[in-house]
């Protein structure tokens, strides 16, 4: 059982990462990667939404979408719970969190429409995972977010001060990063 999960959180992660991989989330992924300390901050609020949504999410399918043969409105209400669940750490985050809160500036609402967090709730509901696997697989993708924003923010960081040609700065040298961890990531393809 331990063993099962463990596998299934290290495959949300590294193997089947969700934005080197199913290139999923890549919006934010591009967007907040420029600095450390945003980057881990974004990580922070997007595996605690995954984590709050999944949860949620299957509740409400086991509970009240199935049983009631309401199935049709899975992706309405799955859009829903996770609005709410940004808008409440919005606004937590303005309150208490006032610097961290700047930082993000508009990608913080853009949690709302990251198809990481929808897409992992979805493959929750078709995989069938139970409400423990389904937990350990949403921290597996959130843990696996937060590698590839940190890994990605800490090369954006390096190249801030390296001599780039000038076609390459900015968005160019972003792409080829991600494309390059993408294919560092393919490699654990076969692990699992």
């Known amino acids: 059982m331990i063993r099962?999960?463990?596998?299934l959180f290290f495959g949300a992660a590294v193997v089947n990462n969700f934005v080197l991989y199913r290139f999923l989330g890549i919006c934010p992924f591009l967007g907040v990667?420029?600095?450390t300390e945003s980057a881990a901050g974004m990580g922070a609020a997007v595996t605690f939404v995954m984590t709050l949504a999944n949860l949620a999410t299957w509740l409400v399918y086991n509970?009240?979408?199935?049983?009631?043969?309401?199935?049709?409105?899975?992706?309405?209400?799955?859009?829903?719970?996770?609005?709410?669940?940004?808008?409440?750490?919005?606004?937590?985050?303005?309150?208490?969190?006032?610097v961290l809160f700047k930082a993000f500036g508009i990608y913080l609402p853009?949690?709302?429409t990251n198809c990481a967090?929808?897409?992992?709730?979805?493959?929750?509901?078709?995989?069938?995972?139970?409400?423990?696997?389904?937990?350990?697989?949403?921290?597996?993708?959130?843990?696996?977010?937060?590698?590839?924003?940190l890994i990605m923010s800490g090369i954006r960081e390096r190249l801030e001060l390296a001599d780039l040609p000038k076609?390459?700065?900015?968005?160019?040298?972003?792409l080829i990063t991600a494309g390059i961890l993408a294919m560092a990531f393919g490699g654990f393809g076969g692990m699992l």
């Not at 099962?4 to 596998?7: P, R, S």
């Open 117 to 149: 967090i929808l897409g992992l709730t979805l493959i929750n509901t078709i995989d069938g995972n139970d409400l423990i696997s389904t937990v350990v697989f949403a921290l597996g993708g959130g843990a696996g977010f937060t590698l590839a924003l």
């Open 4 to 7: 099962d999960l463990f596998i």
């Open 110 to 112: 853009l949690i709302t």
């Open 167 to 174: 076609p390459l700065e900015g968005a160019p040298i972003a």
């Open 63 to 98: 509970y009240v979408l199935e049983p009631n043969g309401l199935l049709f409105l899975q992706i309405v209400s799955y859009i829903l719970i996770i609005a709410t669940l940004v808008q409440l750490i919005e606004m937590y985050m303005k309150k208490y969190q006032q």
């Open 33 to 35: 990667s420029k600095k």
